[in-house]
């Protein structure tokens, strides 16, 4: 597992009897563009950067980032590693038995087969998907042979080198390396809708902080601000709240 980075995490402030923290440590992957990236300076960049640093302003919550591997980034969030977790998780009745969530910030979008033929059987080959994710669990519930891998870009690196027929995860994710790909990657079938769109995760007796973060994804709802910052990362034909 790659190194826990807890920036800041020595300004911890609790206040008395709430466990709310005012300096709120906010846990991302950092590999999953555009939601979260590292950029060349070596920052958490990315739509979720964005959005929860926008979040912390308007909360009036000063906050860090923490980079941690997906496949324990749920453990590491419920064992007090940080506070929260932005990293394009999907909100799913599996995931609320373990962490609590906030309302989404993204709606529900489209997961999507990317092979490199348009005529992969993906209900009957080997398809690949991320470790944890939404994706995995419905492979595993078709007949096809589900490949997991830790990372995203292992996935992609699977249908290139053969070992899997196809990929499915976020299709805004796998849009800009379709398009990039110059045509060796294409997609493949229908797309798939799958949870409750993407949501801040938090522990689940962090009541009085998910309400806070609700309140002010509420107030960017209304106010425009969120679809503003939704078109400006995935683009302008993106899904948005009404």
Known sequence: MKTLMLAGAAALVLTAGT?????LRMGTEGAYPPYNFVNDAGEVDGFERELGDEICARA???CTWVKN???SIIPNLVSGNYDTIMAGMSITEERKAVIGFTQNYIPPVPSAYVGLTPDVDVAGGVVAAQT???????VAETGATLLEFATPD?????VRNGEADAVLADKDFLAPFVAESGGELVWVGEDVVLGEGIGVGLRQSDTELRDKLDAVIT?????????TMIRKWFGEDSQVFE
Not at 19 to 23: N, P
Not at 132 to 138: K, P
Not at 219 to 227: I, P, V
């Open 60 to 62: 009036e919550l000063d």
């Open 132 to 138: 944890g994710t939404i994706q995995a669990g419905h």
């Open 69 to 71: 591997d997906w496949d």
């Open 154 to 158: 292992e996935t992609l690196a699977a």
């Open 219 to 227: 107030e960017m709802k209304a106010d425009g601000s969120l679809n």
């Open 19 to 23: 466990g709310l923290a005012q300096t």
